[in-house]
C-alpha cells in the first residue's frame, strides 16, 4: 500500500509541476478538404486521438521521438516521425491520399460505433501485452475487470459474477470456441485459446448481453483476429516459453494473414510448488487467421488450430505447515508412481460474409472440434501427520512433537475422451433505416462424445483403509442442438436506444423448447458532464453440456433441464478529464436469479456436479472501474468487485449456502508507467487481492462450504527497456524489449485447494494446497 500511495502522488505532483507538450494540427484530403474521423495514434503504445469536423487535432505528449500513423476508411495510411520537446506543441499539416481500390467497397462493420451495448468492456490489445502474467496467457487481462476472478496463476479459467469456469462463452471472429474437459488442475492446462499477438480487438461482458449472443448463464468474451494490410512480425523467448508470430497481405491487399506459434514450459515455475519431484510439462498452440476479399461484397475469413499439450510428473514429497501460532501441524509426504496426461485439441472454422445489399449483411459460419484426452494416474502417497512446536524458547522449536497420524493414499486412473463437435450458423444484419436495426440467425451443432473412465482411490490410516472410492463408467452421448435469435434496435434520440429480442434453443437429448426474452436500454442526457446510464433484464438460460451431465458415479442423467437465469442490470458510464486525459468510471449493479441449478464442487479447476436440477440459487453484487492514463501516454484502471452468492439445495435441511464461487470482495490494479524523460523505459504493475472461496471436506453434504478458504493475494510486477533497432519514415520501427518481471513478489502461499487426511481418532484436517512462490522471468522480444 506505500508503493502505490507513493506511486499516486508521485504522479500527482508531475501532473501538476511539467509543463504540456505535444501534437497539434489540421488533416487533409487530396482536394483540400478538412477530414473528419482520421486517427492519429502512436505505433508504440496504441494512444491518440481522431479530428473532428474541422480535421483539427490535438495530442498531448511527453517529450520524446514518435511515429505517428494516421488511418482513415478509404484512404492510404500516412507515417510520420516527431520530436517532441518539453513544454513544446508542434504544429503540423497533413494530407490523405484516396486508396483507389477500396473506394467502392462496404464496410463489413455496422457503421454504429457499439457503445450502447450494457455491461460492456472493450479492451485494447496492448493492455494484454503489458500485462506481466507468467506465461503471457491473455484470459489474465480479464482477471484485472471487477467480477471477474482465477485465483490461479497456472489456470487461464476465470469465473464472472459467481458464474463457474464452464459458464463462459468465447468467440474468436464469431467462432465458437472450447476447453479441455478432463484438465482438473492448473499446472496441467495448456494455453488459453486466444493468442495476443494475433488480436485486433475485444469485447467482454459480465452479463445482460444481447440475443445474438449465445446461451450460457455468466460472460460473453468476442476477440476478433487481425485484418492487416502491413507486414509484420514477433518473436519472444523467455523462461517459462515462447511465442512468434507473423502477419501481411498480398499486393492488392485483397488477402491477409495473421499466425502464431506458442510454447509453455511450466517447469521452473511449477519446481516453486510444495509438491517436490520431477515435473516435464510441454504445451504448443499453433493458430492461423486467414481473410480473402473473393470481390467487393464477398469474403472468406479460415481459422485453424492445434494445441498439444503434454503434461508428465514423478512427484517425490511433500512437507506443508499449516494451522494457527497456538497449534500448529506438519504434513510430510512421500509419493511414488506418476502422472502422464495428453490433451491434443483441433479447433477451426470458416466464415463467409455477403454483402446482399447496403442494406443487408449476411455471414455463413461453419465450425468444428475434435478433441483427444488421456489421463493417465498411478501414484501413492505415505503421509505423517504431527504436531509442530512454535515456542521461540523450546529446545525442539519448529520440531515435530508429536505423531497425530500415519497413513498412505492411492490414486489410479486411466481415463480417455474424444469429442467431436461440429457447428453451423447463419447471422444477419439488416439496417432498415438510420434509425432501427434488424439481426437475426439460425444455428445448428452436433455433438458425439466418447467417455471411458477408470478411477481408483483409497486411505489408509494405520493399516486400517477408511474410504474407498472406485469409478467405473463408459458413456457415448451423441446429440444435435438447435438454436436462432432475432433482435431489433431502435435509436429514438440521440439520447436514448433500447435493444430488444429472444433466443431460441432446442435440445434433441432432453427435448427441452427454450425461449430467451432479452431487453437493453442505454440513456445519454445531454448533460455538462458525459454520463451514460444503462440496464438490462434477460433470461438466459444454459443447456447442459456432457460434464453437467456425469455424476460422482459417472453415470449420465439425460433427463437433466436447463439452467435458467435472470439477469437484472443496472449501470453508469461516466467520461470526464482528469489532467487533460481521458478517464472513464463505470459502475453496475447486478441480481441473477437462477432456478434448475445444477450443485457441484470445484476442486483446483475441476468442476464436480451432482446432475440434479434440485437446488436454486442467487447473485448479486457491485462491480466498479475506473481507469484512463493516469500517466500521459499508458492505460491503467482500478477495479472492486463485491459479490454475495447463495444456494439452496433441496432436501438438505440448511437452506441457503454459499456457493463455491462465493468472493466477496475481489479488488485489481493494472498500473502502466514509464520514465518522463525517457519512454522506452516502463514499468507494469499488477495488484490482485480476493477474499476466501468457502470448502468443506470431499463428498460430505452436511458440511459443504461451511469453512472459509484462505485469501488470495498476488503481487506482479515487470520492467521492461525498448530499444528501436531502425528509424523509417513510412514503416512501423523494429524494436528489440528486454523485460524482467517479478512474479508473485510478496512470496504470498496462496491455497487453490485443499488435501484431507486423518489422525489416529480418525478426526479430519484439511491441509491447504498452495500455489506458485516468488519466481523472476528474464524476456527478450523482437518486434517488426
Known sequence: MKFSTLLFFLTLIYSFTYGQSGLKGTVYDQQGLPLEGVSIQLTENNKGTVTDSEGYFNLLLTPGTYIIELRHVGYNPAFDTVAVAANHFIKKTYNLKERAALLHEISIEDYRTKDDEVSVTRIKPISAESLVTPFGDFNKILTTLPGVVSNNELSSAYSVRGGNFDENLVYVNEIPIYRPFLVSNGQQEGLSFVNTDMVENVSFSAGGWQPKYGDKLASVLNVNYKKTNSFGASASLHLLGGSAHIEGTNNDERLSYVAGIRHKSAQYLLNTLETQGEYLPRFTDMQAFVNYKLNKTTEIGVLASYARNRYLTEPESRETDFGTIGQSFRLFVGFQGQEILQY????????????????????????????????????????????????????????????????????????????????????????????????????????????????????????????????????????????????????????????????????????????????????????????????????????????????????????????????????????????????????????????????????????????????????????????????????????????????????????????????????????????????????????LYGTGLPFGPPRDKERRNIFNGGSYRRLDVGFSKIFFIQENKYKKERQFIVSAEILNLLGTSNPISYTWVSDVSNNSFAVPNTLSARFLNVKISVKI
Open 344 to 687: 491434443d485439441t483441433y479447433q477451426g472454422g470458416i466464415k463467409l460474409t455477403k454483402h446482399i445489399n447496403d442494406k443487408w449483411i449476411s455471414k455463413l459460419i461453419v465450425s468444428g472440434v475434435y478433441g483427444l484426452e488421456r489421463e493417465y494416474t498411478d501414484v501413492e502417497g505415505a503421509y505423517r501427520l504431527c504436531d509442530v512446536d512454535k515456542n521461540l524458547s523450546s529446545n525442539s522449536f519448529n520440531e515435530c512433537i508429536y505423531i497425530r497420524g500415519i497413513g498412505s493414499n492411492y490414486d489410479y486412473g486411466r481415463n480417455t475422451l474424444e469429442a467431436n463437435i461440429i457447428n453451423a450458423e447463419d447471422r444477419n444484419v439488416y439496417q432498415l433505416d438510420d434509425k432501427n436495426t434488424l439481426e437475426f440467425g439460425l444455428g445448428y451443432s452436433y455433438q458425439n462424445i466418447k467417455d471411458q473412465l477408470g478411477e481408483y482411490s483409497f486411505r489408509d490410516s494405520s493399516d486400517y483403509v477408511i474410504d474407498i472410492e472406485s469409478l467405473q463408467a463408459e458413456n457415448n452421448l451423441e446429440s444435435n442442438r438447435y438454436t436462432g435469435y432475432v433482435q431489433h434496435t431502435h435509436y429514438f434520440s440521440d439520447e436514448f436506444s433500447a435493444t430488444y429480442g429472444a433466443r431460441l434453443n432446442y435440445w434433441d437429448v432432453n427435448e427441452e423448447l427454450l425461449i430467451s426474452p432479452r431487453t437493453q436500454f442505454s440513456y445519454s442526457p445531454k448533460w455538462e458532464r458525459d454520463i451514460t446510464f444503462n440496464a438490462a433484464v434477460g433470461v438466459y438460460q444454459q443447456q447442459p453440456f456432457y460434464r453437467e451431465l456425469r455424476n460422482y458415479q459417472g453415470d449420465l442423467n439425460e433427463d437433466l433441464k436447463a439452467q435458467r437465469s435472470m439477469h437484472i442490470i443496472g449501470g453508469m458510464n461516466y467520461s470526464f478529464k482528469w489532467w487533460d486525459r481521458d478517464f472513464k468510471f463505470i459502475s453496475e449493479l447486478y441480481y441473477k436469479r437462477i432456478r434448475n441449478v445444477i450443485a457441484y464442487d470445484i476442486d483446483n479447476v475441476k468442476v464436480r456436479y451432482y446432475a440434479n436440477n434440485d437446488a436454486k440459487a442467487y447473485a448479486s453484487g457491485l462491480d466498479m472501474r475506473l481507469s484512463g492514463e493516469f500517466i500521459p501516454g499508458t492505460e491503467s484502471w482500478f477495479s472492486l468487485g463485491i459479490l454475495n452468492t447463495r444456494e439452496d439445495v433441496d432436501g438438505d435441511g440448511k437452506g441457503y449456502i454459499r456457493r463455491p464461487t462465493d468472493q466477496r470482495v475481489n479488488m485489481a490494479i493494472f498500473f502502466q508507467d514509464h520514465l518522463p524523460s525517457n519512454p522506452t523505459v516502463r514499468v507494469s504493475l499488477n495488484l
